[in-house]
């Protein structure tokens, strides 16, 4: 080795400050994917773009943590994610399939899947009064094999092209009641100009959590931070706040 090559390598060390790795780099900023999925993620202006979205920016806010989201159809924001180190992604549902793909950061809220009818007629209260009546489902859908699986008999399921189809059906007397996310069915009914109070909600069948997540990169450290600054919001009512100002129902079990 030439001498002046390894008298630059002697002096090296002295340029670092003690405790610092040589290959140490700075974390590279945060991402944030999403999709549109009204009431949880939809496309406007901060503070416009549905619950836990703007749940999350606040959260990114309070933690100091900045990150600006980008919007893709569902499918390819869990590919961006999957393929982006320190890429947040929401509304993500934790399931078994998914538990080891990804860190698991902060649960926003639990979704529930319930039986909804106008307000005026019998509540579904029990499966077996479910499997005399007329029920609408989204075609499609993981619910309207939830259906099946519980009794009821396809002649009975009434398969809508949309959430919005579903609620006129209800409306128009072509079914007696409707399976689906307890969130959406309110959101779209509100969002529709319609007196949410006009619809009720029944019998529980299915819940799922829904997260704040990543595939990869995000530290301890910034985790605990994230989480904190969920317990803030929570703590000082910002998150049932939130809930009510897009007219939705506020369950603290739900978002814990």
Known sequence: MHPNRRAALLTLPSLVSPGTSLSAQPAAPLALVTSDLPPMAMQGDPG????????????????????????????????????????????LNRSADREARFQWLVKLYTQRFAFVTLAGQPRVETVEQARR???????????LDKLRQEGVQPGRIYEAASVGD??????????????????THADVWRRSGRNPALLQTG???????????????????????????????????????????????????DSR
């Open 48 to 91: 416009q773009r549905g619950v836990l979205l703007d749940l999350v920016e606040a959260m990114l806010r309070l933690a100091a943590l900045p990150a600006e989201p980008e919007f893709f159809p569902w499918a390819r924001a869990m590919l961006v994610a999957a393929a982006r180190p320190r890429t947040l992604i929401v509304p």
């Open 203 to 253: 019998l529980t069948l299915e819940a799922a959590d829904i997260w704040l997540a990543a595939q990869s990169g995000i530290t301890e450290a910034e985790q605990a931070r994230l989480q904190h600054a969920h317990e803030t919001l929570l703590a000082d009512g910002s998150v049932e706040r939130l809930f009510k100002r897009y007219g939705l129902k506020f369950r603290a079990e």
């Open 166 to 183: 579903m609620q006129r059906a209800l409306e128009r007397g072509l079914v007696d009641a409707l399976y689906g996310s307890e969130l």
């Open 133 to 143: 009546l007329r029920i609408g489902g989204l075609r499609g859908s993981a619910n």
